[in-house]
């Protein structure tokens, strides 16, 4: 999947160059967590309270927006410190999570049926479900300005059939709706097939009301640290495990794997 691009990506910003210049370092409790993120890398060996560096060298570039994120939203947030929240920042990002997203779309979901995405952030579920499951869309989220985006590029798509290799034509119809009052939104589009909810907390027991099925995502690894930690810079909350949806909301795991945990609850 995308790990090794993450790992450039995270290896690129200023906090991970700084802390790779130490032999030996405690860090500040609250940056624990992107320590641990390094150590699951391969950067760092934790020896009681500290990380003691490893001979492995960070790729020499790595990818931008990934440095930005972690510098820019979740060390200040770790810190205490205002965030400068810049749509099209957190737009770009949801690149990184496009694998999952066209794993899901070929791999997990049957064709057809009008689907909501129950949060566009962090994994930006979008146009890959229209050209790969043949799914009619409607995409919600609180952050107006990045949704404003994602229009914006929806926008520039194709809207002829595009050949089965595509993952960017849409399908016949896709929605932007700048809320997540689920009951507005189904007042408008009825009830729906599948509602999608990949790594964000959402109030699972309204969502339920809504939809035919319910289908949860919750990513293993490193990226899945990478999309908590943005999810609580962004002030989105804790992201529920899938043993945490299980008791919410009900459900079977229908997959789960190193990269992937996917819960479907029905009815």
């Known amino acids: 999947m995308t790990v090794s691009l993450v790992e ?3 290896l690129s910003s200023n906090f991970a160059r700084l802390a790779l210049m130490n032999a030996a370092i405690r860090p500040d409790q609250r940056l624990e967590r992107l320590y641990s993120i390094l ?31 972690i510098d820019d939203l979740i060390v200040p947030y770790l810190l205490g410190k205002p965030t400068d929240l810049k749509p ?5 990002f949801t690149y990184i999570f496009q694998g999952v997203r066209i794993r899901v779309a070929t791999e997990l979901l049957p064709w057809g049926g009008l689907t909501l995405i129950a ?20 995409i919600s989220d609180e952050l107006q300005d ?12 194709p809207i002829i059939t595009s050949p089965a290799s595509s993952y960017l034509a849409p399908a016949t119809f896709i929605a932007i709706e700048p809320s997540t009052d689920f009951k507005f939104i189904a007042s408008k589009y009825g009830k729906f ?32 640290e990478l999309a908590s ?19 919410e909301m009900g459900g079977k795991v229908i997959h789960n794997d190193e990269d ?3 819960i479907s609850s029905q009815g």
């Open 8 to 10: 450039a990506g995270i």
């Open 39 to 69: 150590a699951g890398l391969g950067y760092f060996v934790k020896r009681g309270n500290t990380y003691v560096r490893t001979g492995k060298l960070p790729p020499e570039r790595g990818d931008p927006i990934v440095a930005k994120v």
């Open 88 to 92: 099209s920042l957190l737009h770009s």
């Open 119 to 138: 949060g566009f952030l962090p994994c930006g579920f979008s146009s890959e479900l229209s050209a790969q499951a043949g799914r009619d869309l409607v």
């Open 146 to 157: 990045v949704l404003d985006l994602e229009s914006e590029r929806l926008s520039l798509l």
């Open 193 to 224: 097939n599948t509602t999608i909810i990949c790594h964000r907390n959402i109030e699972f027991s309204n969502i339920k009301k809504i939809s035919d099925e319910v289908i949860y995502i919750y990513l293993n690894g490193i990226l899945g």
């Open 229 to 247: 930690l943005l999810n609580e810079a962004l002030g989105l909350g804790k992201t529920p495990t899938c043993g945490d949806v299980l008791r």
């Open 260 to 262: 992937l945990c996917v």
